[in-house]
C-alpha cells in the first residue's frame, strides 16, 4: 500500500493499528464520493446471507399483499372518499388547513358541526396533519429547486465528514421537506393517509421481533403473523361487531384509520421498549413514538401502558426504571399540547353510551353470549392453540418477549372482562388481544423451528438458516392463501355467486366456504362519491334512477347557490335522514357540505359525536324531523315525528335551512308557516325557517341549578329535558350566572345505571326503564327582562360579533358552549340550556371569539419542554444495564441457554439477521448498554454505531468461520467494481468495515493522526 491512510476503527490507536482492519482514504477536504459513500452498503448487500434476503423477502411481500388488498389503482385516482365515517372524515384535515392553521393553531373552534364544536380538541390530529402534509406543496416552478435542497439535505449527513453524526436526523428532514414541497391530490393524500397503519403492521410487526431478540425466522413470522390482525374479522356477532372496534382491514374501511396508525406506532415503541429495557439505548426514540401513538389515537396508548408496566416486571431492576421514567416523562410533555386540554376539559365531552359486551339477551353460536364467544371463538380456535404453545417454548426457552406478549393477551382479555361499563366501551381492548394472540403465535413457531434447527446441527451454537428459510417461506405462503382467497385478491381466486371462495391453480382447485368481503368495502370507499350511480334494479334505497353521485352533486349545488344568494346567505342546515342517504356513498354525505361549500353552509350533524356536548340536542331533533331517524346516541327520551316540536328546537339552535325528501316531512313542512321553500333539488325540497338568528334576545332571566354541574353525566339529563319542553324555554337554566339570576334545585331522580329498578331502587333485579331527558324539572318564576333589538350579526370561524340597542339585559348566542370563549364589551359567557351561551352586554358592539385559556398556553410550554428534553436525552449516553439473573433467547444466548457457552456471541448480518444461533436483532453482548464502567455510547439517534457504519461487536476467542481464511483452493477476491481511492491521503477514514480474511488485507502503517468524530465502542444489541 502507497500513503498514509489514517483507520476509524474503534478502539482508537490501537484499533489503527491492527493489521486485520483495511484502510479506506477519504478525501482532503471532507467530502466523499459516490463510490465511497456506497461501498459500505454494497460491502452489507454483498455479504447478506441467505437468512437476510429470506426475512427481507417476506416483510416485502407482506406489506405487497396488503396493498394489493387495498387496489392501490383506486388509491392513486383523485376523487372524494366516501364510506361509514370515512366519508365524513374527509372534512376534516381540509378544515384544519383552511381555518385552523392559518391561525398558528393545531385545534380550535368550528361552525360546521353542531352549532360548533372544538374541532380536534378531543378527537386525534396527527392523522389529519399527516394528511395536510402530503397535500399541501408548492404547485409552481419552485418544487424542483425544493426537491433538489431537499436531496442535497439529506444526502449531506452521508458525504460530508463532519455532518455524518446527524445523517439520520438530516435524512429525515429531507424526508420531510420533499413531502412538503411535492403536492399531492387531496383525495390521494387522505386515501394514503388511511391505508398507511395497514401497510405499517407487518414493518412494525418485524421491528418488534428484530428489536425484542426473536431469533431467525421470528421477526419475518410475525410480520406473517400480522396479516391474520389486519384480515381478523372477529369478534362477528351483534351484526359484525369486529367491523369498528379498530386495527383491522374492516374497521380502518369504516374510518377508524386513525386507530391503526396508532396500533403499528404503538408496536413499534414496545419493540423499542423492550430493546431498551435489555440494552440500555433508544429512549428518544421510544418516548417520540409513545407520545405519536397517543397523538394518532388515545385508546392504544392505554394498551402501551399496561404493556410497559408488564415490561417492568419481565425485566426488573433499577436500571431499567432509570431507563424508563425519563422515557415517560418526556412522552407526555410531547404530547401535552394536547393531551393537557383533552384531559382538563373532560366534563363537556359527550358519551355515545356504548353498551358493554356480551349484551344480555343477545344470542352467539352456543346459545346467549359470554365472553367466551368473543375470546375463544370457534375461527381462533388454531391461533389460541398456537398462542397456547408461544407462551410454553417462550418460557422453556426463556424467552422474554414471548412472556412479553403471553402477558398482554392475558391483560386484553382481563381488560375486556373486567373495564366497567363507562365511556370506554370494552370491545376496543379486543384489537390488543388479537395482537398479542397472533404475535405470539408467531413467537411458538419461530422459536420450534430455531430449536430444530439447533437439534440437527452439526455445531450446535452454529445451525444452519435452511429450516427457517423454508419455516418462514411456508407461513408465508399458507397465510397468503388462506387469506387471500377468501379475500378473492389472488390471482386466479374467484368468488362465486353461489357463495364461498375458490382459487384455480392449473388443473387444481382449493375452495373456501369462508368469504371476506373487505376488497368490496374498499372498492366502495376509495371509487368516491363520484363513482356512486344511481339505483338501478330491485332491492335498492332509492326509487329506479335516483340516487347516486347525480342526486347528490345537484343537492350540493343547490345549497351552494343558497348561501352566494344574498337574499339568503350562508347558516346552519338540518337534513332529514334516511336509507336514501347510503346511495350517496353513506348515509353521512351531506356531513360535508361545509367541505364542499367552505363552510358556507353547515351541518347541524357531525362526525365526531363525542367532542361536542350539544350532539345529544342534535339526534333528539333529528328523530322528530325525519320519517326514520337514527336516534344514533343511546339512552335518550326520544319522541317519533313532531315536526312542530322539532322546527321550534332547530329556531333555538339557530338553524336556518331545513331539507326534506319524505312524503311526510315534505307534506307537513309545506303546510308550516314557519318554513319558506326556498329550493327544490331532485327529491329535496329545502325550506327556509324564520326567526332563527344566531343572536337573539331573552324575555326573562336564566336559572342557576344549584346542584347541576358542567360534567355531561350530570348536565345532560335535566337539559335533554328542558329541551323537550318548551313550555320552560323563556327561562334558560345555567349552571353558573350573575348573583341576581335566580337560583334552582333539580330534583333528584333514580340512576340509568342497569340494574336499577326506577320505581324501587331497592330492588335491584328490575332494570331501569327511565331514558336521559324523561324527568321533572323544578317550577321556576320568571323575571322578566326589557326588551332589547339585537342587530348586525356576525359569524366568524371562530368568533360572532353583534350590536345591541340596550346594555346589561342578557341575550342569548346560539353558539354551543365552551370555556375558550371569550367575551369583548360584555360580561360572560354563561352556559345555558341546551348547550348555548348568555353574554350580558356592557357596550353597544360585543364581540365573542375562540381564544387559548390558562391551560391552553400551560400545554404549549411543556411541550416545547419536552422538544427540549427529547434533544437532552438524545445526547445522553445509555444506561448500563445489570446481567440477568436467567439469560435466554433475545439475552444473547442460544436456543438452549442451560446448554450454550457463555463466552461464543454472534456476529451481526449486513441485512439484519445475526450470526449462526442466536437472535435477530440483538448481536453481541446484551447485559450492558456501553462499555462496562466508561459510561460512553451513542446518543440515541445521533450518530454512533448502527448496522452500516458501525464497528463491529468482539470477536468470540474462537473466530467463526467467515472471518478464517479461504481455503487455498479457493481463488482469490475479485476486486471491486468502483473507482480506485486518490493514492496518498491523510485524512481519517469516515467508517469501520467488516474486516477482510487476513491473507487478504495488507498491514497498514501506524498513524496517530484523531479520528473526525468520536471512536465509539459497540454497543451490544445494536
Not at 453524526?165 to 383525495?187: K, S
Not at 378473492?488 to 362465486?496: Q, R
Not at 353513506?586 to 353552509?601: K, N, W
Not at 375558550?820 to 350580558?840: D, F, K
Request: hydrophobic share 45%; proline share 11%; aromatic share 10%.
Amino acid at each position: 500500500m502507497t500513503g498514509s491512510a489514517v483507520l476509524e476503527r474503534p478502539g482508537g490507536e490501537e484499533a489503527a493499528a491492527d493489521p486485520s482492519a483495511p484502510d479506506r482514504p477519504v478525501r482532503r477536504r471532507g467530502i466523499l464520493g459516490p463510490a465511497e459513500v456506497l461501498r459500505p452498503a454494497v460491502d452489507r448487500l454483498r455479504g447478506a446471507s441467505p437468512a437476510s434476503w429470506c426475512t427481507a423477502a417476506v416483510v416485502v411481500l407482506s406489506v405487497v399483499f396488503v396493498l394489493l388488498s387495498v387496489q392501490p389503482a383506486l388509491i392513486f385516482r383523485e376523487n372524494t372518499p366516501t364510506g361509514g365515517d370515512m366519508g365524513a372524515h374527509v372534512w376534516g384535515p381540509m378544515y384544519l388547513l383552511r381555518h385552523v392553521l392559518p391561525h398558528g393553531r393545531l385545534s380550535g373552534w368550528s361552525p360546521d358541526w353542531y352549532a360548533g364544536f372544538p374541532a380536534y380538541q378531543f378527537y386525534m390530529v396527527v392523522p389529519m396533519l399527516a394528511v395536510v402534509a402530503l397535500h399541501v406543496g408548492l404547485r409552481s416552478a419552485l418544487v424542483v429547486p425544493a426537491l433538489g435542497l431537499a436531496g442535497a439535505v439529506a444526502a449531506s449527513g452521508w458525504f460530508v465528514v463532519a455532518l455524518r453524526p446527524w445523517r439520520r436526523a438530516l435524512l429525515g428532514a429531507g424526508i420531510v421537506l420533499a413531502v412538503l414541497a411535492t403536492p399531492v391530490p387531496y383525495g390521494v393524500a387522505f386515501k394514503l393517509v388511511t391505508v398507511s397503519g395497514l401497510l405499517a403492521l407487518p414493518v412494525a410487526a418485524w421491528a418488534f421481533g428484530r428489536l425484542a431478540g426473536a431469533p431467525f425466522p421470528g421477526p419475518a413470522l410475525l410480520a406473517v403473523a400480522s396479516l391474520f390482525v389486519i384480515y381478523n374479522r372477529e369478534p362477528n356477532l351483534n351484526g359484525g361487531t369486529g367491523n369498528i372496534i379498530g386495527g383491522n382491514l374492516a374497521s380502518t374501511m369504516a374510518g377508524e384509520f386513525a386507530f391503526s396508525i396508532s396500533l403499528a406506532l404503538t408496536l413499534l415503541y414496545l419493540g423499542f421498549l423492550v430493546n431498551g429495557l435489555r440494552t440500555g439505548r433508544h429512549r428518544t426514540a421510544a418516548a417520540v413514538l409513545l407520545a405519536l401513538a397517543g397523538l394518532s389515537h388515545l385508546i392504544p396508548v392505554f394498551f402501551a401502558l399496561a404493556m410497559t408496566a408488564v415490561a417492568l416486571v419481565v425485566w426488573p431492576g433499577r436500571a431499567r426504571l432509570r431507563w424508563l421514567t425519563p422515557v415517560l416523562v418526556v412522552a407526555g410533555l410531547l404530547a401535552s399540547f394536547w393531551v393537557l386540554p383533552f384531559l382538563w376539559r373532560g366534563a363537556y365531552v359527550n358519551d355515545m353510551g356504548w353498551e358493554k359486551l356480551p349484551q344480555k339477551g343477545t344470542t352467539g353460536p352456543r346459545g346467549p353470549q359470554t365472553i367466551w364467544d368473543y375470546l375463544f371463538p370457534r375461527s381462533l380456535l388454531w391461533p389460541v392453540i398456537g398462542a397456547g404453545l408461544g407462551a410454553v417454548v417462550s418460557l422453556i426457552f426463556r424467552f422474554r418477549a414471548g412472556l412479553f406478549l403471553a402477558a398482554g393477551a392475558v391483560l386484553s382479555a382481563l381488560g375486556f372482562v373486567f373495564v366497567p361499563q363507562a365511556r370506554l366501551w370494552n370491545a376496543r381492548v379486543l384489537p390488543f388481544y388479537y395482537v398479542s394472540l397472533f404475535l405470539l403465535a408467531g413467537v411458538g413457531v419461530a422459536l420450534v423451528l430455531h430449536a430444530l434447527a439447533v437439534l440437527f446441527a452439526r455445531d450446535p451454537l452454529r445451525p444452519g438458516a435452511a429450516m427457517g428459510i423454508g419455516g418462514a417461506v411456508a407461513a408465508f405462503v399458507a397465510a397468503a392463501l388462506f387469506l387471500g382467497i377468501p379475500l378473492g385478491t389472488l390471482p386466479g381466486a374467484t368468488l362465486p355467486v353461489t357463495g364461498g371462495a375458490e382459487l384455480r391453480i392449473g388443473g387444481l382447485t382449493l375452495h373456501r366456504t369462508y368469504r371476506n368481503d373487505v376488497p368490496s368495502w374498499v372498492k366502495w370507499n376509495f371509487s368516491g362519491l363520484e363513482g356512486k350511480l344511481p339505483a338501478n334494479g330491485p332491492g335498492q334505497k332509492a326509487p329506479e334512477g335516483q340516487g347516486g353521485w347525480p342526486e347528490y352533486r345537484a343537492i350540493v349545488a343547490t345549497m351552494q347557490r343558497l348561501g352566494n344568494d344574498p337574499r339568503f346567505g350562508c347558516g346552519r342546515a338540518f337534513w332529514e335522514y334516511g336509507s336514501r342517504l347510503e346511495t350517496y356513498g353513506t348515509p353521512m354525505a351531506l356531513m360535508l357540505l361545509p367541505y364542499f361549500t367552505d363552510s358556507c353552509i353547515g351541518s347541524m350533524e357531525g362526525l365526531y359525536f363525542e367532542s361536542s356536548a350539544t350532539t345529544p340536542y342534535h339526534f333528539l331533533a333529528q328523530c322528530e324531523l325525519s320519517q326514520t331517524g337514527s336516534c344514533a346516541q343511546r339512552d335518550l327520551a326520544y319522541r317519533s315525528f313532531d315536526l312542530d316540536l322539532g322546527i321550534r328546537q332547530l329556531q333555538l339552535l339557530g338553524v336556518k335551512y331545513y331539507m326534506a325528501f319524505s312524503d311526510q316531512a315534505v307534506r307537513a313542512a309545506d303546510a308550516d308557516r314557519r318554513l319558506t321553500r326556498v329550493a327544490a333539488s331532485g327529491p329535496w325540497r329545502v325550506y327556509r325557517i324564520r326567526d332563527s338568528a344566531l343572536v337573539a334576545p331573552l324575555t326573562a332571566k336564566p336559572a342557576v341549578m344549584r346542584n347541576i354541574g358542567d360534567q355531561q353525566s350530570s348536565w345532560l339529563d335535566p337539559s335533554a329535558a328542558w329541551f323537550l319542553q318548551p313550555q320552560r324555554w323563556s327561562v334558560p337554566l345555567a349552571t353558573d350566572g350573575p348573583a341576581d339570576w335566580p337560583r334552582v334545585t333539580v330534583p333528584p331522580v333514580p340512576s340509568l345505571r342497569k340494574g336499577t329498578n326506577c320505581a324501587a331502587p331497592s330492588e335491584p333485579r328490575t332494570p331501569c326503564k327511565r331514558k336521559l331527558g324523561d324527568r321533572s324539572l323544578p317550577a321556576v318564576r320568571e323575571q322578566r327582562l326589557p326588551k332589547v333589538t339585537v342587530s348586525d350579526i356576525r359569524s366568524g370561524d371562530d368568533s360572532v360579533s353583534f350590536r345591541v340597542d340596550r346594555i346589561g339585559v342578557p341575550v342569548l348566542v346560539k353558539v354551543s358552549y365552551f370555556p375558550n370563549w371569550q367575551a369583548s364589551g360584555a360580561r360572560g359567557p354563561w352556559r345555558v340550556t341546551p348547550n348555548l351561551m348568555v353574554v350580558i352586554p356592557t357596550s353597544r358592539d360585543v364581540r365573542l371569539s375562540y381564544g387559548r385559556t390558562g391551560v391552553d398556553w400551560l400545554a404549549i410550554i411543556l411541550t416545547l419542554l419536552g422538544i427540549a428534553a427529547a434533544v437532552w436525552l438524545a445526547r445522553r449516553p445509555p444506561v448500563t444495564m445489570p446481567s440477568p439473573r436467567w439469560a435466554g433467547v433475545g439475552d444473547g444466548e442460544g436456543p438452549f441457554p442451560w446448554l450454550a457457552d457463555r463466552g461464543e456471541r454472534g456476529a451481526d448480518d449486513p441485512l439484519g439477521v445475526p450470526g449462526p444461533g442466536l437472535d435477530d436483532g440483538a448481536p453481541g453482548d446484551q447485559r450492558s448498554g456501553g462499555a462496562p464502567g466508561d459510561g460512553e455510547g451513542p446518543p440515541d439517534g445521533a450518530g454512533g454505531s448502527d448496522p452500516v457504519d458501525g464497528p463491529p461487536p468482539p470477536q468470540s476467542p474462537e473466530p467463526p468461520p467467515w472471518l478464517s481464511p479461504p481455503p487455498v483452493s479457493e481463488p482469490p477476491p475479485s476486486p471491486a467494481p468502483w473507482p480506485s481511492p486518490p493514492p496518498v491521503v491523510d485524512e481519517p477514514s469516515p467508517w469501520p468495515s467488516r474486516p477482510l480474511p487476513p491473507a487478504a488485507v495488507p498491514e497498514p502503517p501506524v498513524v496517530d493522526e484523531p479520528s473526525p468524530w468520536p471512536a465509539r465502542r459497540r454497543d451490544p444489541g445494536d
